[in-house]
């Protein structure tokens, strides 16, 4: 299934909409793995989710957030809707890996409370200097925050250099990692 594009209203709206609502569970996808070995996603201050990831709210709302290009190739998008949004064969044998992370140390120590603010940074399209790219969603919790990205470590094993605005995500948890990205120093809503 291919996503209608967004506007910048429309991602703006849906990343907002998180604020004042509690995150239940979260959950990443993967691409499937045809090699049988289990994917090394936890790099401590980030985790190397590659297709994206679902949040459920306590309420019953679901959003995911993934890698896509409504406004360039490739930004960060957050739709209210369920990562079956953007994948096809969730659950198939040869389908994404899907793993749930809610009890995760670095989420559940977030997700004791709503969510306080949430934005999207914005960059440049590197093609056309006249267009913005979101390159990542920041979620602020009382207890800290959360980056989803749309990147990847340069090289793996992961050395600290990564390239952002890629066709996949990842997840950071600290100042010290998204400052390593440059996204602090980037634009935001």
Not at 91 to 117: F, Q
Request: aromatic share 10%.
């Amino acid at each position: 299934m291919t996503p209608p594009k967004l506007t910048v209203d429309e991602l703006e709206l849906a990343v907002r909409s998180l604020v004042g609502r509690r995150i239940a569970r979260v959950v990443y996808y993967d691409l499937p793995s045809y090699g049988g070995s289990e994917p090394v996603w936890d790099l401590g201050q980030w985790h190397d989710v590659v297709m994206g990831v679902e949040f459920t709210t306590t309420d019953g709302g679901v959003h995911s957030a993934s890698w896509d290009n409504s406004f360039f190739e490739y930004g960060i998008e957050l739709v209210p809707a369920p990562m079956a949004h953007y994948l096809l064969g969730i659950g198939a044998a040869d389908g994404p890996r899907v793993w749930e992370v809610t009890d995760h140390p670095r989420w559940s120590a977030l997700l004791a409370d709503p969510v306080a603010a949430a934005r999207v940074l914005w960059d440049q399209d590197p093609a056309d200097r006249s267009r913005i790219v979101p390159l990542a969603i920041h979620l602020g919790f009382p207890a800290g925050d959360a980056w989803v990205v749309a990147g990847r470590s340069a090289v793996w094993p992961p050395d600290g250099r990564f390239h952002l605005g890629t066709d996949d995500v990842i997840v950071g948890f600290t100042e010290e990692f998204v400052g390593r990205l440059g996204l602090e120093s980037r634009g935001s809503s």
